[in-house]
T-cell receptor, first 121, second 111 residues
Framework: QVTLRESGPALVRPTQTLTLTCTFSGFALSTSAMSVSWIRQPPGKALEWLARIDWDDDKFYSTSLKTRLTISKDTSKNQVVLKMTNMDPVDTATYYCARLNPGSFSGFDFWGQGTLITVAS | QSALTQPASVSGSPGQSITISCTGTSNDFTPYSYVAWYQQHPGKAPKLMIYDFSARPSGVSSRFSGSKSGYTASLTISGLQAEDEADYYC???????????FGSGTKVTVL
């Protein structure tokens, strides 16, 4: 079955770079139409899409955060990595990785459990 | 890009039907835009309920349905049940400028 799991540091200092890893199973990101996105949710607030990487290595970023984000994949390890530079306390959130429903345009059908990242000095 | 606008809260009694609206602009709902809806219980990851405006993933109850009219998408929950009490988020995707925009979220309360 499809599973995703996020991992990363629980605490990040302001100005540091955050590195998050999404390790997945049950599908291959090398398969046509597959893609994985990162989405975050500040405590008590709405979801915010961050970035997406496709099976063919196409990459897409949030317009407001694109200068700070880098997404990459390692298909041999079934991992997707997100780097976010210059972290600020407003970036405190639960970060999720999610798979786009293959063959659809809009639905993330499988999500990781999320990892809470706190930015504080 | 601004979040899509949803009512902060909607409530209904068991067995009733409720509708949650999701309003955007002409940039959010183009002919190349697609809408999804998610259910999120406290402390849990979101769950996909509707994708591509009205399609239901396998395993999602037929009590959930989606539609769109102009710049507003809607999620209807019929036969409201206690387990439907959760936060609901819409999301719009536009293929010509691959980005996802989420709504502000709606808390559904079952009275």
């Amino acid at each position: 079955q499809v599973t995703l799991r996020e991992s990363g540091p629980a605490l990040v200092r302001p100005t540091q770079t955050l590195t998050l890893t999404c390790t997945f199973s049950g599908f291959a990101l090398s398969t046509s139409a597959m893609s994985v996105s990162w989405i975050r949710q500040p405590p008590g607030k709405a979801l915010e899409w961050l970035a997406r990487i496709d099976w063919d290595d196409d990459k897409f970023y949030s317009t407001s955060l694109k200068t700070r984000l880098t997404i990459s994949k390692d298909t041999s390890k079934n991992q997707v990595v997100l780097k976010m530079t210059n972290m600020d306390p407003v970036d405190t959130a639960t970060y999720y990785c999610a798979r786009l429903n293959p063959g659809s345009f809009s639905g993330f059908d499988f999500w990781g459990q999320g990892t809470l990242i706190t930015v504080a000095s | 890009q601004s979040a899509l606008t949803q009512p902060a809260s909607v409530s209904g009694s068991p067995g009733q039907s409720i509708t949650i609206s999701c309003t955007g602009t002409s940039n959010d709902f183009t002919p190349y835009s697609y809408v999804a809806w998610y259910q999120q219980h406290p402390g849990k990851a979101p769950k996909l309920m509707i994708y591509d405006f009205s399609a239901r993933p396998s395993g999602v109850s037929s009590r959930f349905s989606g539609s769109k009219s102009g710049y507003t998408a809607s999620l209807t929950i019929s036969g409201l049940q206690a387990e439907d009490e959760a936060d609901y988020y819409c999301s719009s995707y536009t293929s010509t400028s691959p980005r996802y925009v989420f709504g502000s979220g709606t808390k559904v309360t079952v009275l």
